[in-house]
């Protein structure tokens, strides 16, 4: 059974990367890596997303000139096309995905509730 | 192929639900919850695990009192047949899980590295 189990997780990896979701965010995650200013916009903001959620998990305050700060990249990056198809694919991927672990934590979700009662 | 894609995952869906760790989850798991003095250790047990994962989460010092606590929980939790059943089943599951994750979180990290990246 165990043998089968992961057989079928390797036909779901199989479909996720011939899906459309994951061949177009291949397509755009290289458009942006390949163009060296892009790819500077892009992880910049990505840090600076990521310094703010971090600093919001330890319960840090946000000043007002950082949430502006973050408010005013977002706006300048999408308007670059390479990073804002980059963003939007990725937000596909991420509801493809979050729709597919709804699917396969269902077993367990009928057992303990909601998957967050299980951590 | 996104109706492909979701009937792999119902495929998987099914056989995570047909696999001999969770039909030992699903057994011990009523065993516990129908045994009242043992689904009430149980969840006592739970309940300060998870305050205690909270209190580390946002930064407080755990107590050694309560440090001996919970190590004292484990251990007399531990004599009661049931819930170390209920306990080795979940930690099968947990890892049989973790196991399908990296198969199919697979592409992603291809594109993008280590999971831990992406979030
Ligand atoms: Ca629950
Ligand atoms: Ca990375």
Do not use: C, W
Not at 53 to 58: I, N
Not at 72 to 101: G, W, Y
């Amino acid at each position: 059974m165990a043998n089968n189990l992961h057989d079928v997780a390797y036909d779901l990896e199989k479909a996720i990367r011939n899906s459309e979701e994951y061949q177009t965010l291949t397509d755009a995650y290289k458009a942006v890596n390949e163009d060296e200013m892009a790819k500077k916009m892009f992880d910049n903001f990505r840090n600076l997303q990521m310094t703010l959620q971090q600093k919001q998990m330890s319960g840090e305050t946000i000043t007002e000139e950082e949430a502006q700060q973050a408010q005013q990249q977002v706006q300048v990056i999408q308007q670059h096309e390479a990073i804002s198809k980059l963003m939007a694919s990725e937000q596909r991927m991420s509801m493809l995905i979050n729709d597919l672990n709804n699917i396969i934590t269902k077993p367990l979700e009928d057992l303990y509730g909601k998957p967050e009662d299980l951590m």
